[in-house]
């Protein structure tokens, strides 16, 4: 079955430096992809998906790289800020189509702390 | 944006009881939601997925007699946790699916402890 991981549960970062948060998938046929952020005691909040057609997206502060070779995507935040402090998910749906992209596989996520 | 709501947002109860959480969405109409739980320092897992005016299908290894959805409405799911026990207890995410623009907007979540 589909499985989606993350190398690093925890990173600590001072405001204003740039973060990266990194996942891994297992299904290859995979073809889209989301970042959420969690506060605590909160539901998942989208920041930025990616299709697999594309390798680069970017939003405001933050961009999503994938690498479909080795099944890899990544989120970066710029200039990160305390309030970007979260625990942050990939998704990657476990059908295609529709509404079938509701339902998600989530990695483990990665509790991101930003220091003043 | 769209706004999906929950209640109640935490529940404490008795062992042996059940329990019952509502998914709305509030501007917008939603034939599909699907829950979620989230045990605390883990990720979401998928429980079932909520189609209104249908029965819900549910994930592998998720007992459906136990977590009784139903969708009767396009603003409204609700899932019941029957004879609830402490091992229930966990944070419990509904999303729903629609608003016109082909995504999915997830509720802010119900905190449930079972003593």
């Known amino acids: 079955g589909e499985s989606v991981g993350l190398h690093l549960p925890t990173l600590s970062v001072q405001e204003g430096d740039n973060s990266i948060i990194n996942c891994a998938y297992s299904n290859s046929a995979s073809d889209y992809f989301i970042w959420y952020k969690q506060e605590s005691g909160k539901g998942p909040q989208f920041i930025i998906d990616?299709?697999?057609?594309?390798d680069k997206r970017q939003g405001q502060r933050v961009t999503v790289l994938l690498n479909k070779t080795v099944k890899h995507l990544s989120l970066q935040i710029a200039a990160t800020q305390p309030g970007d402090s979260a625990v942050y998910f990939c998704a990657v749906p476990k059908g295609a189509g529709g509404t079938s992209y509701g339902k998600l596989t989530f990695g483990q996520g990665t509790i991101l702390t930003v220091h003043p | 944006g769209a706004v999906v709501s929950q209640h109640p947002s935490w529940v404490i109860c008795k062992s042996g009881t059940s329990v019952k959480i509502e998914c709305r969405s509030l501007?917008?109409?939603?034939?599909?939601m699907f829950w979620y739980r989230q045990f605390p320092k883990q990720s979401l897992m998928l429980m079932a997925t909520s189609n209104e005016g249908s029965k819900a299908t549910y994930e592998q290894g998720v007992e459906k007699d136990k977590f009784l959805i139903n969708h009767a409405s396009l603003t409204l799911s609700t899932l019941t946790v029957t004879s609830a026990h402490p091992e229930d207890s966990s944070f419990y995410i509904c999303s729903a699916w629609g608003g016109g623009t082909d995504t999915q907007y997830f509720g802010p979540g119900t905190r449930l402890t079972v003593l």
């Open positions: 501007d917008f109409q939603a034939t599909t």
């Open positions: 990616i299709r697999s057609n594309m």
